[in-house]
């Protein structure tokens, strides 16, 4: 994740709050914990700034430090600011810079057919041997599907792309493609790299997107969605580490509304378990893709409310899951019972 440092200078109020509780200090990682964040350091400081923190945090950060910064703006001065690891700047500045693509080819049918035939090496084998087993529930719900859609899913492990893909459809799948960041999978002149920008396009699927790029990181999608193409789309942004899922961004809102396309969202479950953050081993085990009822937006629908309808359909399922276990996002199983009692429905499952 992105590193940021973080100074304050404290007001006379919050000086005389950490003379009468010095663990008031600590209040900022109750604050950045909030936004996903994780601290690395933090040290009280002699000379024009009371604190330094060290953190790392989600790749959408920057949309939410101007609001973390007016939480502390009542008993302190607050400056972010960004970070980079000297190893990594010094690779930076040694390497070519710039990145690859996106490559419009990836949509021709001689490239849709390639991807077929790396199917097996670049998702296909690892879903086989992490999957133990592989639970799909739902899938007929593309059925009522008849042009372009946006898929979605909650964001928690790597092998998330890799079992979505291989729980959709035939038909939706041969012709779907999925955003990857660009300044780690198409960078130019990488030559360690051991998945190329090229491999990214062909046989992954995938085009590159700007950290941070704004409205124009959708100019390529909405591409794709004009020329027919679906799209996977994961609005949470980076992978959530808390139990709850992360705030989902407006892009998703955006394109269905312009492109009048619908969203499917499918609730993923147990990835987490099998490749955890961080971790560069897969544990085989369970996990479920369950396709939830697709969503079509009225018109006149506005971008916030959308992106509310996408996240609650999926923090539905999210809180049932919390409560009742994995088994609870199955679509082909009841629901629970309004104001029923949690521990009978677990058990019962």
Same mark, same amino acid.
């Given at each position: 994740?992105?590193?940021?440092? #973080?100074?304050?200078?404290?007001?006379?109020?919050?000086?005389?709050?950490?003379?009468?509780?010095?663990?008031?200090?600590?209040?900022?990682?109750?604050?950045?914990?909030?936004?996903?964040?994780?601290?690395?350091?933090?040290?009280?400081?002699?000379?024009?700034?009371?604190?330094?923190?060290?953190? %790392?945090?989600?790749?959408? $950060?920057?949309?939410?430090?101007?609001?973390?910064?007016?939480? $502390?703006?009542? !008993?302190?001065?607050?400056?972010?600011?960004?970070?980079?690891?000297?190893?990594?700047?010094?690779? #930076?500045?040694?390497?070519?810079?710039? !990145?690859?693509?996106?490559?419009?080819?990836?949509?021709?049918?001689?490239?849709?057919?390639?991807?077929?035939?790396?199917?097996?090496?670049?998702?296909?084998?690892?879903?086989?041997?992490?999957?133990?087993?592989? /639970?799909?529930?739902?899938? %007929?719900?593309?059925?009522?599907?008849?042009?372009?859609?946006?898929?979605?899913?909650?964001? /928690?492990?790597?092998?998330?792309?890799?079992?979505?893909?291989?729980?959709?459809?035939?038909?939706?799948?041969?012709?779907?493609?999925?955003?990857?960041?660009?300044?780690? @999978?198409?960078?130019?002149?990488?030559?360690?790299?051991? #998945?190329?920008?090229?491999?990214?396009?062909?046989?992954?699927?995938? $085009?590159?997107?700007?950290?941070?790029?704004?409205?124009?990181?959708?100019?390529?999608?909405? @591409?794709?969605?004009?020329?027919?193409?679906?799209?996977?789309?994961?609005?949470?942004?980076?992978?959530?580490?808390?139990?709850?899922?992360?705030?989902?961004?407006?892009?998703?809102?955006?394109?269905?509304?312009?492109?009048?396309?619908?969203?499917?969202?499918?609730?993923? !479950?147990?990835?987490?378990?099998?490749?955890?953050?961080?971790?560069?081993?897969?544990?085989?085990?369970?996990?479920?893709?369950?396709?939830?009822?697709?969503?079509?937006?009225?018109?006149? /629908?506005?971008?916030?409310?959308?992106?509310? #309808?996408?996240?609650?359909?999926?923090? %539905?399922?999210?809180?049932?899951?919390?409560?009742?276990?994995?088994?609870?996002?199955?679509?082909?199983?009841?629901?629970?019972?309004?104001?029923?009692?949690?521990?009978?429905?677990?058990?019962?499952?």
């Amino acid at each position: 994740m992105p590193a940021y440092v #973080m100074l304050m200078r404290y007001h006379s109020a919050g000086l005389r709050a950490a003379q009468e509780d010095p663990r008031s200090l600590l209040r900022i990682h109750e604050g950045l914990a909030r936004w996903e964040c994780k601290v690395l350091s933090s040290f009280h400081v002699l000379g024009e700034w009371d604190q330094c923190t060290i953190f %790392e945090a989600p790749d959408n $950060f920057r949309a939410y430090r101007g609001m973390l910064e007016h939480e $502390f703006g009542t !008993t302190a001065d607050t400056e972010i600011l960004p970070a980079v690891d000297y190893d990594l700047f010094s690779r #930076m500045v040694g390497q070519e810079a710039g !990145t690859e693509g996106p490559h419009p080819w990836q949509i021709n049918w001689w490239a849709r057919l390639g991807r077929l035939a790396f199917r097996w090496h670049a998702y296909g084998r690892w879903v086989h041997q992490a999957c133990k087993p592989l /639970t799909v529930t739902g899938r %007929e719900r593309f059925g009522q599907i008849k042009g372009p859609c946006i898929v979605v899913a909650n964001h /928690t492990s790597h092998m998330d792309a890799l079992v979505l893909n291989a729980a959709l459809p035939f038909r939706v799948r041969w012709n779907i493609y999925s955003g990857a960041a660009a300044d780690r @999978w198409f960078v130019k002149g990488r030559k360690e790299l051991v #998945m190329q920008p090229w491999y990214q396009s062909l046989a992954m699927g995938t $085009f590159p997107i700007q950290r941070g790029g704004g409205s124009k990181a959708l100019d390529y999608p909405r @591409w794709l969605l004009d020329q027919g193409c679906n799209l996977i789309i994961f609005p949470e942004g980076t992978r959530s580490t808390s139990r709850s899922m992360a705030k989902f961004r407006h892009g998703v809102s955006i394109l269905a509304l312009e492109k009048d396309v619908p969203v499917v969202p499918v609730f993923l !479950t147990g990835l987490a378990a099998l490749r955890p953050k961080g971790s560069r081993e897969i544990r085989p085990g369970p996990a479920g893709a369950h396709v939830l009822e697709p969503i079509r937006f009225a018109p006149g /629908t506005s971008v916030p409310e959308a992106t509310r #309808m996408i996240y609650e359909a999926m923090n %539905e399922v999210h809180q049932a899951v919390a409560l009742f276990g994995d088994e609870a996002a199955r679509q082909d199983r009841p629901r629970p019972a309004a104001g029923s009692n949690p521990a009978s429905q677990a058990g019962g499952s």
